[in-house]
């Protein structure tokens, strides 16, 4: 299998009138698992919408451009979050990362039964006063079809996404990823229709990547007949940019109540990063030396002594 890393392509067809996106994600999804100690439906579900961001964050066009997938959910799973940037970086966390639910009817973990009702919504920061937010209610839970609808009624973009994650025995991964396909204005109902039946005439995603299928294969596939044009290939991972010093200033910005109020309850404070489970140990007695000196200083700007 050509799994060796994990990487995305992106093309376009039909004069343009098309765009596609293909992704293998086995290792991000694999070193998500381990950190999380995910459930095989948990793995698929968080994997599936990494696969579906990781192709989702590419089209930011700003180096610190971040997207942001949060699921809210009645079932057992409760919710997700993950988030996406421009460059092929995702991260994410379950809410829950245990859930156990029977197979479902046709013999697969029920992504769908593990989120039942909810809420999915799409956060863009894009550097504007404030981040576009686009929200649907949860259309199947499975992922794919709600991303999908997401682009219909927020964006209004005909989309059709594919996701699929294969968990093994030993519960690692043996394939991820997906593909997704949008209909920009232009397309001519001939064009939609051989679109329509190359998709419907595809195997599963996760039949194909276990054949051993590429990224470039399932574009080749559900483009079939379109000569598209392969923009380029990008290379994505599993990295979460947390850090001491992004994490004291999280810290700070509580302001000085919520801090005093804190390191009387314990001035030692440990705060543990919930997409990578780093761990971050402050004294709130410097952290708040710090902020009056910060306060001080900001002052004296403000008012400079004559």
Known sequence: ????????????????????????????VEVARVDHDTSPVITAALGRLLSGAAMMGTMMKGEKDLLTIQIQ????????????DANGHVKGFPNVPDVELPLNAQGKLDVGGALGLGVMSVIKDMGLKEPYVGQIALQTGEIAEDLTSYYAYSEQVPTVMALGVLVDKDLSILCAGGFMVQLLPGATDAEIDRLEKNINAMPSVTELLHAGKTPEDMMQMALAGFNPNVLDERTVQYQCDCSAERTKEMLLSLGRAELVRMRDEDPNCEVVCHFCHSKYQYDLNDLLAEYDAQAAQAAEAEHPIQ
């Open 1 to 28: 299998m050509s799994q060796d890393r994990d990487y995305i392509v992106r093309a376009t067809a039909a004069e343009g009138s098309i765009r596609a996106f293909a992704i293998t994600s086995r290792h991000l």
């Open 73 to 84: 959910c009645g079932g057992p799973a409760k919710g997700f979050t993950v988030t996406a």
